[in-house]
């Protein structure tokens, strides 16, 4: 997924958007940063509580606008104008994850990107006249470079976020492909605070229930991304111990 996105203006210097409430627009511009590179946004109720703002009035308004759709499932968001939007260039493009809401939404009439859509490798930028095979072939190297170190980056939050569930306890091993499924959907800034999540509530589980050594009623490490209970948000920071005789219960 992408680290810069784009918006145009003929939809957020619209009459439409503009009359919106602050709130919305501010809203839909957080969705605009963190959906994949089809426009969707997934765990909204998770998003709105990390962002701290945002309402389902806002949702609705947005709605009703047709700035964002909702899947039957409502567990999806789309954004109607990400093409318009976002012209993603094909090299650095990677389809949804979410594929059964993307052929829901496209038997909806909307439009996504193809194979053939978008701008072709080694384009010249603006202020250059067409460039040499040899200058092409540099770029697309440097591209490649940056999107092997953006995997790479993913794979070491991934490695170290299953490392510490995996080591508070066992059962997190036999959610590892399902984990991985869910990891993979959060954007860059979130996986490095999954991974902070992760080890505060290793240290606070520790610390508050010394006696269960192999981690039976901790939260499983699925339920710490995608949970309504104990998530990595409520962990980005050590909680304050609590005494020494709680009894285990309730992080399963």
Do not use: C
Not at 29 to 58: N, P
Not at 167 to 175: Q, R
């Amino acid at each position: 997924m992408a680290k810069k996105r784009m918006f145009s203006g003929e939809v957020v210097r619209s009459d439409t958007f503009l009359d919106l409430p602050q709130s919305s627009q501010l809203l839909y511009f957080h969705f605009g940063m963190i959906a994949d590179d089809d426009g969707m946004v997934a765990s909204v109720d998770r998003e709105l509580r990390y962002l701290g703002f945002g309402s389902k009035d806002d949702l609705r308004l947005l709605i009703e606008k047709k700035l964002i759709d909702i899947t039957n499932d409502g567990k999806l968001i789309f954004i109607i104008d990400w093409l318009k939007n976002n012209n993603l260039r094909s090299d650095r493009y990677y389809k949804t994850n979410h594929i059964e809401a993307r052929k829901e939404l496209e038997t909806k009439g909307y439009e996504f990107k193809g194979e053939k859509f978008g701008m072709r490798l080694g384009i010249p930028k603006a202020n250059q006249s067409a460039a040499s095979d040899i200058d092409i072939d540099i770029d697309i190297d440097i591209d490649k470079e940056i999107d092997k170190d953006i995997e790479e980056e993913k794979n070491i939050f991934l490695s170290n976020y299953l490392k510490t569930f995996n080591k508070l306890a066992p059962k997190n091993f036999k959610l590892r492909e399902a984990i991985k499924t869910e990891f993979i959907k959060l954007p860059n800034f979130q996986k490095e605070q999954a991974v902070i999540g992760a080890k505060n509530y290793y240290q606070w589980y520790k610390h508050e229930v010394p006696s269960d050594t192999i981690g039976e009623f901790t939260v499983n490490a699925l339920n710490f991304i995608i949970g309504k209970k104990e998530t990595f948000d409520d962990f980005q920071t050590l909680p304050i111990a609590k005494t020494k005789n709680k009894k285990p219960g309730g992080y399963v």
